[in-house]
Nanobody, 122 residues
Framework: QVQLVESGGGLVQAGDSLRVSCTAS????????MGWFRQAPGKEREFAAR????????YYADSVKGRFTISRDNAKNTVYLQMNSLKPEDTAVYYC???????????????WGQGTQVTVSS
């Protein structure tokens, strides 16, 4: 059982940057594909970014491509999401997830964090 804990959310202004982190409790972290998803009020959870276990390959949703960067530090059991040029429409609860399948589908991920709120004011 992998426990994931997100941190780093907050309230920022449009155009600002923010980095959210997700730390895993288990050293098997380095064997998992890690994803970041987000859920805005009244909307379904949507894929944002994913990274392979070694960190060698990343993939982004079109809505965040060029603005967000996913990375990981396996020595620290931590995955990051650097968010630049934030927009009000980026406002959501951000969740990290761990899985064994390369996918943008939330159902493919086995473990989830509790989420961290990111609010972008205009």
């Amino acid at each position: 059982q992998v426990q994931l804990v997100e941190s780093g959310g907050g309230l920022v202004q449009a155009g600002d940057s923010l980095r959210v982190s997700c730390t895993a409790s288990d050293r098997t972290f380095s064997t998992y594909i890690m994803g970041w998803f987000r859920q805005a009020p009244g909307k379904e959870r949507e894929f944002a970014a994913r990274i392979t276990p070694s960190g060698g390959r990343t993939y982004y949703a079109d809505s965040v491509k060029g603005r967000f960067t996913i990375s990981r530090d396996n020595a620290k059991n931590t995955v990051y999401l650097q968010m630049n040029s934030l927009k009000p429409e980026d406002t959501a609860v951000y969740y990290c997830a761990a899985g064994r399948i390369i996918s943008t589908d939330a159902r493919s991920y086995d473990y989830w964090g509790q989420g961290t709120q990111v609010t972008v004011s205009s």
